[in-house]
């Protein structure tokens, strides 16, 4: 009888043990999702007109539009934690948060992440004609971030290869994106070229920022360009030159 009542206690404790581990889990979920959406929630635009956050039931609206056109077309974006599954409207593109790896398009862009230190998440570029910072010339020349071309003539084969996991894009540019569509991989404008003042071009790096999971970076750097802008009386503060 011994023998009964210690299988059954044992059983007992056991079903407790994966109930509890159970509560853990869901509510260490929660709390990752929390903690994510308040990260990103600490991005404060001053400036830039391109781009916006909105707050929803465990995740964020990356909204995205031609700062320069009212009317003009307006991008959304459902940006989710990487490993965590909320629900999400079925209607807008998923960015999964922080990315890993990306494809830059413009010096502006690529600027962004040099500024930020996140030249390891630069896996693509369009071209080097303008390429002059050395840890990225290093990159291109081991391999590590590779060419993909130019807008209107992408080698796809190139982009699958690295497989990266979204592409900064300029829509209003030449563009040729339709073909990159069929291979899955994210589209994100990044509009900071159109910003009406030097403040707001600068302010895109919080988006990078932002999509990179580095938001306390990005608020720093740019703190940084807001000073020197100030004290410089706004000569030439947020230049791209040397990227």
């Given at each position: 009888?011994?023998?009964?009542?210690?299988?059954?206690?044992?059983?007992?404790?056991s079903v407790l043990f994966c109930c509890k581990s159970?509560?853990?889990?869901?509510?260490?979920?929660?709390?990752?999702?929390?903690?994510?959406?308040?990260?990103?929630?600490?991005?404060?635009?001053?400036?830039?007109?391109?781009?916006?956050?909105?707050e929803r039931d465990g995740y964020m609206v990356l909204?995205?539009?031609?700062?320069?056109?009212?009317?003009?077309?307006?991008?959304?974006?459902?940006?989710?934690?990487?490993?965590?599954?909320?629900?999400?409207?079925?209607?807008?593109?998923?960015?999964?948060?922080?990315?890993?790896?990306?494809?830059?398009?413009?010096?502006?862009?690529?600027?962004?992440?040099?500024?930020?230190?996140?030249?390891?998440?630069?896996?693509?570029?369009?071209?080097?004609?303008?390429?002059?910072?050395?840890?990225?010339?290093?990159?291109?020349?081991?391999?590590?971030?590779?060419?993909?071309?130019?807008?209107?003539?992408?080698?796809?084969?190139?982009?699958?290869?690295?497989?990266?996991?979204?592409?900064?894009?300029?829509?209003?540019?030449?563009?040729?994106?339709?073909?990159?569509?069929?291979?899955?991989?994210?589209?994100?404008?990044?509009?900071?070229?159109?910003?009406?003042?030097?403040?707001?071009?600068?302010?895109?790096?919080?988006?990078?920022?932002?999509?990179?999971?580095?938001?306390?970076?990005?608020?720093?750097?740019?703190?940084?360009?807001?000073?020197?802008?100030?004290?410089?009386?706004?000569?030439?503060?947020?230049?791209?030159?040397?990227?």
């Amino acid at each position: 009888m011994n023998v009964v009542r210690f299988f059954y206690l044992l059983c007992f404790c056991s079903v407790l043990f994966c109930c509890k581990s159970t509560s853990r889990k869901q509510s260490s979920g929660e709390q990752t999702v929390k903690e994510k959406v308040d990260t990103v929630s600490r991005i404060h635009i001053k400036y830039a007109k391109g781009f916006w956050l909105e707050e929803r039931d465990g995740y964020m609206v990356l909204n995205i539009k031609d700062p320069q056109e009212s009317s003009h077309t307006h991008y959304q974006y459902v940006l989710v934690p990487r490993g965590v599954k909320v629900q999400t409207p079925g209607n807008m593109p998923v960015v999964q948060l922080p990315v890993r790896s990306a494809v830059c398009m413009t010096s502006l862009q690529l600027s962004n992440f040099i500024k930020l230190e996140a030249m390891d998440r630069v896996v693509g570029i369009t071209s080097t004609r303008f390429l002059f910072n050395p840890e990225m010339q290093k990159r291109v020349e081991e391999g590590k971030t590779l060419r993909i071309g130019i807008e209107g003539n992408f080698d796809n084969e190139v982009i699958m290869s690295i497989n990266p996991d979204l592409m900064l894009i300029s829509p209003f540019k030449r563009g040729g994106y339709d073909a990159v569509k069929d291979i899955g991989v994210p589209l994100v404008p990044h509009l900071g070229y159109k910003e009406m003042t030097p403040l707001g071009q600068a302010e895109w790096i919080k988006f990078v920022g932002i999509l990179l999971g580095m938001e306390d970076v990005a608020n720093r750097e740019f703190d940084r360009i807001e000073q020197f802008f100030e004290s410089d009386g706004g000569r030439g503060a947020t230049s791209s030159r040397g990227v």
